[in-house]
């Protein structure tokens, strides 16, 4: 018996868990997929998407035996190898589908690891049916919370975002109005340390060279400019009702502790663990029981030193910025989501300088008259405009 037994959340889930993947063959899929075949006598993949990966999204499919499968490219819905889809696989096609597909009647959790504001109408449509939602889309949040959060039941909505699983696991039995800050970490990036001058110069290849974590691209640049920070400092304050300035960075950069809550008495707690994004993709999926673990475990005997210290706002501007949309609230973290996208991929491919990207984003931020967030229809319009600003801003820098 523990002595948890009467605080401890305990909702129920069915058994085998029937789970649904968008985004399979990306990094947060194909790691979901790994959890899924550790543990095939809990968790029943019977959905699953990819963007244009068909290949990837035919053997997955065969190997677990879906029942569903989507291609969200218009371009790859009739690719030659979706004839290999297993008998009795549903094929559907299109961004639309996607959306179909979260709310599926024989779907229990839908894992949205799609990347970007493609990803928002999926999980809203998952949570308004009734679904476990976990997610790494986190742009859900940040953009849309103020209309996912409200349709978000007690267990129901579980971050993938290492950080987040980490409160939420410290979280537990706890109530929030005794929290005091929550303390994000944060490895610093490829980039920590340097200059402004130095970072005028970086390019995305160096950048893509030595991420801590696995991950794709785009949140590799990203971590880079730590607008991912920023990014999961808004995410917070949604999801755990904290005002963003009781959101607080630290620099930690073993990237052991994946982020900790003080609370009020002057406790803090902290969860601890590898660098590897499949143990918080399994939690989302366990909870609230815990499985045996799909990583290597750490010595703690043989650990380093834990080490913290400050993020650097005014080096990294993205940060400044995701902070400033954050408190600004409303519409503008749909802009600073967009513009991002843009400044992201152009650096990406060589369009613009690192320093670059805050500017593309600042200047769309600048321009945007803030509105109160009202539907998912306003939001992918301002989306829109926001990308427009954004080549616009790009266009400038480039002449
Ligand atoms: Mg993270």
Wanted: with cysteine.
């Amino acid at each position: 018996m523990s002595i948890f037994e009467d605080t401890a959340p305990r909702a129920t889930r069915r058994r085998p868990l029937r789970v649904a993947i968008l985004g399979c063959s990306g990094s947060i899929g194909t790691q979901t997929l790994d959890v899924c075949r550790k543990h095939a006598d809990k968790l029943d993949v019977v959905a699953l998407s990819a963007y244009r990966s068909t290949e990837a999204l035919v053997s997955a499919a065969r190997e677990f035996g879906a029942t569903h499968a989507c291609v969200a490219d218009d371009r790859h819905g009739s690719d030659p190898v979706l004839d290999e889809l297993p008998a009795g696989c549903e094929l559907s096609v299109g961004r639309s589908a996607l959306a179909e597909m979260a709310a599926l009647p024989d779907v229990d959790c839908v894992v949205n690891a799609l990347v970007g504001a493609a990803g928002i109408r999926a999980g809203y449509e998952a949570l308004r049916a009734g679904k476990v939602l976990a997610y790494a889309n986190k742009e859900s949040i940040i953009v849309a919370g103020d209309l996912l959060m409200p349709l978000a039941q007690p267990g129901m909505l579980i971050p993938v975002d290492s950080e987040h699983s980490a409160i939420f696991q410290a979280l537990t039995g706890a109530r929030t109005t005794e929290v005091y800050k929550l303390w994000l970490t944060c490895s610093g990036g490829p980039f920590y340390g340097r200059t402004r001058e130095q970072l005028a110069h970086a390019t995305a290849a160096e950048a893509l060279a030595h991420p801590t974590w696995l991950m794709g691209d785009k949140i590799t640049i990203d971590s880079a400019t730590l607008m991912n920070k920023g990014f999961e400092v808004l995410e917070a304050h949604h999801l755990f009702e904290v005002d963003i300035d009781d959101v607080e960075v630290l620099v930690h950069r073993q990237s052991r502790i994946h982020s900790m809550v003080e609370f009020a008495d002057g406790s803090t707690i902290a969860q601890l663990g590898p660098s590897d994004m499949r143990i918080p993709i399994q939690y989302a999926l366990s909870y609230p029981e815990r499985w045996d673990t799909p990583s290597e475990r750490i010595d703690w005997r043989e650990a380093s030193a834990l080490t913290f210290g400050d993020a650097d706002e005014q080096t990294f501007g993205c940060l400044r910025l995701a902070r400033e949309a954050g408190r600004t609230g409303g519409t503008m973290p749909c802009v600073l989501n967009a513009a991002n996208e843009v400044a992201n991929a152009a650096f990406r491919r060589g369009a613009c300088g690192f320093l670059d990207i805050e500017r593309i984003v600042g200047f769309a931020m600048e321009a945007h008259e803030v509105q109160v967030v009202s539907s998912l229809e306003q939001l992918e319009e301002i989306d829109l405009w926001a990308r427009g600003m954004a080549y616009q801003a790009l266009a400038d820098v480039m002449a």
